[in-house]
């Protein structure tokens, strides 16, 4: 072929090529001779399908477990996606408040995108199947899921997990391990009878105890809350920042706790009483908002939102009703 019918653009990125190989040590002839021997990429390849499609492997016989799993397997993705984008906000050099505003208004439509999802658990399930299959999961509990503490490590300061009243009484000097062990989860995963750390609650302090030390550690000068605190109030875009962060705060701290309420009251809340939750976790004082009150930006919410923590919710599900 003659060179000089080649297209312009063509022999522009081959020499590019040759510049960015060129610093390797390698020649572009080496690398295109590569090329020519690769097989095209498929997309079952890509996204290793096979893989993925052979990671549910249910404990029973009940078929609606298969639902239960994939369901949670999702959720874990969608944890991942969001962890992503506050990991990359929390590790940056320089803040820049549009590329904030755009990936804070990404994680908002992750966790959208999971509370309109989770009809699939409330009534995506036969309740006999579920109290049946269950029983074999033990003392396994979605309140071990390591990336959905990572995201509220990511996204404030430790002392704004502790639960209200501890929040409202911090001694004058602390160590993070201390705080750590006030943490607002913790009350949630306590025998309901004698008040003892359960077993679910053992197990997941001794897998992940020192990551999440260390994250916090991290993160104490760069979480969202203090990005946006030391970088972004005065900013061109601080108003809707600010909204963005407080759809944030709703999404994460009333409406994803709330749906998972939604479906425990569904499975769990029988004709004689409460059945408790999987691994003993006590939640009906763990999932509703206006017990723990977590919150990852304070200063944007006034006196009586916090008071009221949650009560949108109760009345859009009035309203709906």
Known sequence: MDSSNLDPNIVEKIKKLEEKFKASGQDISSYLDGLLQSD??????????????????????????????????????????????LEQLTSMKEVDPKVFLM??????????????????????????????????????????????????????????????EDRDN????????????????????????TGKKTLTLVQFEEKYRDLFLKVIREKQNSNINKIYLQHLQEVPEAEAIREA??????????FWPLSHFKTAVRYLQ????????????????YLPPRFQCVIFFPQLW????????????????????
């Not at 750590?180 to 989860?185: A, P």
Request: glycine share 6%; proline share 3%; aromatic share 14%.
């Open 40 to 85: 095209y990429l498929k997309y079952w390849e890509y996204i290793n399908l096979d893989t993925l499609l052979n990671l549910q492997q249910p404990k029973t016989r009940y078929p609606d477990e298969m639902v239960f799993i994939m369901y949670h397997q999702i959720t874990e993705l969608y944890f991942k996606m969001v962890l992503w984008e």
């Open 103 to 164: 990936k804070i208004k990404r994680v908002n439509r992750y966790f959208e995108n999971l509370i309109h999802s989770f009809d699939i658990m409330i009534d995506g399930m036969e309740r006999e199947q579920f109290l049946k299959f269950r029983m074999a999961l033990l003392p396994a509990s979605g309140f071990q899921s390591a990336q959905y503490r990572l995201i509220e490590l990511n996204a404030t300061d430790l002392k704004n997990l502790l639960p209200q």
């Open 170 to 193: 911090l001694p004058e000097t602390y160590t993070d391990e201390e705080l750590i062990q006030s943490i607002y989860w913790q009350k949630g995963a306590t025998e309901l009878e």
């Open 245 to 254: 962060l407080r759809e944030f705060d709703s999404l994460a701290n009333v």
């Open 270 to 285: 029988g004709d004689t009483g409460m059945i408790a939750a999987s691994g003993g976790t006590n939640w009906k004082k």
């Open 302 to 321: 006034s006196g009586e939102e916090k008071k009221e923590w949650g009560k949108a919710w109760v009345m859009k599900e009035i309203s709906n009703s």
